[in-house]
């Protein structure tokens, strides 16, 4: 019976789980979607990468919409059998609130889990790729809204730029001129002049500068109408340079392997691996509280109680972005950290417990 009992009990949580899963997922990649055209079109990002950079948003956001939908989808199923009366049924037959939680639990652990391998190995290496697929994409969109076969002056007229053509897939220049001058007419510095075969962007790892890797090409230097002026051949040349719209738009941090967020004592470090540990926990925290709301009198119908869960679950998630803002700014110490947000629904689920006993006591009392 306990058997049939729990697939019966574990086929009506895991569709409420799905369905509340694709809603939600779908949602948010809509609005990421939305957001990716936009940059598009103001030329932030190149609009050939979209699809790809919304493919790995896929896999970021399972990871934070997991806990929520499971306990949703707890919420939703035993509380379509509350409504229908079959969980009175269950309970004259033996069946008490921790005979519910075993199943549960066990698909609980299972997805938690998977969650683990998903946030601290698979999630940060998807973001890494993310961030630089980002980074092409930045670098591409400025090659085309400066675009080619005509003058561009950038960084207040101290650079005039012009290139014949883009290559095909939009990643370098071909057959450049630039002229490089001083910050004002004060400046003693004699201006250059530079020409080359081809170009392409290059973003230093450790300060964020971006530059423009001139290839065989000549660097004139002097003042026009004066002998003495310098010609140089080089083979690949750097000139620093900030193109319109090359702002950084990436978080390094979310895609730092967590074996470095280990052994680093930087709190922002430590916040984001106390965060990553956190998706598994709330699996398990909130499918605990998910529970006890679930019950409802068939009066209430199947959703009443998803509101208050729905409120509760969203509460939470903001205490976790607070707490993880306190130990970013010093306010708590890292041994509390993020870690006492998982003991409110702990908390709350013992208290709604116990008043269900002590609700049920009163009503035998009578």
């Known amino acids: ?21 694709i809603v939600l997922w779908l949602v948010l990649i809509s609005n990421r979607l939305v957001l990716f055209l936009s940059d598009a079109a103001s030329g932030d990002i190149a609009a050939s990468v979209i699809f790809k950079l919304l493919g790995l948003k896929m896999v970021w956001y399972m ?32 069946v008490g609130t921790w005979r519910i939680y075993k199943p ?22 998807v973001q890494g790729i993310s961030n630089r697929l980002t980074l092409m994409a930045e670098e591409q969109a400025d090659f085309t809204l400066l675009g080619a076969g005509r003058f561009n002056e950038i960084q207040d007229g101290q650079l005039t730029f012009y290139a014949e053509r883009l290559s095909a897939d939009k990643q370098s220049m071909e057959n450049l001129f630039i002229v490089v001058r001083g910050k004002n007419e004060a400046d003693s510095k004699p201006p250059q002049l530079l020409t080359a075969k ?34 140089t051949k080089f083979s690949e040349y750097g000139v620093r340079i900030e193109l319109p719209g090359s702002e950084t738009i990436v978080d390094k941090r979310e ?7 280990m052994k680093s004592s930087n709190l922002k470090d430590t916040a984001e691996l106390q965060w990553r540990i956190m998706m598994p926990v709330s699996v398990i925290v909130l499918l605990l509280l ?23 679950f969203v509460i939470y998630y903001n205490l976790m972005g607070v707490a ?29 417990l116990g008043s269900d006993r002590l609700l049920c006591r009163l009503r035998r009392g009578r």
């Open 1 to 21: 019976m306990f058997r049939i009992f729990d697939r019966y009990l574990l086929k009506e949580v895991i569709y409420g789980w799905l369905a509340v899963t």
């Open 63 to 94: 990871v934070h919409i997991v806990p929520f939908a499971l306990a949703l989808g707890v919420v939703l199923g035993l509380g379509r059998l509350y409504r229908d009366n079959e969980m009175t049924v269950m309970s004259a037959c033996g």
């Open 104 to 125: 549960l639990l066990g698909l609980g652990l299972v997805v938690a889990l998977a969650l683990t391998w998903l946030a601290l190995f698979v999630s940060p290496e």
């Open 198 to 231: 081809s170009a392409y962007r290059k973003r230093d790892s450790g300060s964020g500068d971006s530059f423009l890797v001139l290839v065989d090409g000549y660097r004139y230097e002097g003042k026009p109408g004066e002998a003495n002026y310098r010609i």
């Open 255 to 261: 895609s730092t392997p967590t074996a470095d967020l």
């Open 290 to 312: 998910a529970v006890p709301l679930s019950r409802s009198s068939p009066r209430q119908g199947r959703y009443g109680k998803l509101v208050m869960a729905v409120l509760l």
């Open 324 to 352: 993880e803002v306190w130990l970013k700014d010093g306010v708590v110490p890292p041994a509390i950290g993020i870690w006492w947000v998982a003991l409110l629904p702990v908390f709350l689920t013992v208290v709604l």
